[in-house]
Nanobody, 118 residues
Framework: QVQLVESGGGLVQAGGSLRLSCVASASIFSIDVMGWYRQAPGKQRELVATITLDKIKNYVDSVKGRFTISRDSAKNTVYLQMSSLKPEDTAVYFC????????????WGQGTQVTVSS
């Protein structure tokens, strides 16, 4: 069983930066993709960025050029560097991992709040 623990959220002014971290406990050999989702109040959960074992990255259009996802395999950690933050980036951000066996996002962190003030 993989457990994910996020950290790094907080309150920041528009134009500022934050870095989120997600540490995976136990074995990650059952995972092929890790990613970050976010959910704003009253909105559906949105996939923001993903990174594969080969470090291939994908982003939702609204964050391209502003957010960077990366992973440190030795530390079982995935990061989301967020820059040029906008009020519309305000949401709870969740780290997630896709199971190699089921091909579903089976593992989730508890979420960390990011609030961007205007």
């Amino acid at each position: 069983q993989v457990q994910l623990v996020e950290s790094g959220g907080g309150l920041v002014q528009a134009g500022g930066s934050l870095r989120l971290s997600c540490v995976a406990s136990a074995s990650i050999f059952s995972i092929d993709v890790m990613g970050w989702y976010r959910q704003a109040p009253g909105k559906q959960r949105e996939l923001v960025a993903t990174i594969t074992l080969d470090k291939i990255k994908n982003y939702v259009d609204s964050v391209k050029g502003r957010f960077t996802i990366s992973r440190d395999s030795a530390k079982n950690t995935v990061y989301l560097q967020m820059s040029s933050l906008k009020p519309e980036d305000t949401a709870v951000y969740f780290c997630a991992a896709r199971s190699r066996e089921t091909m579903r996002w089976d593992y989730w962190g508890q979420g960390t709040q990011v609030t961007v003030s205007s």
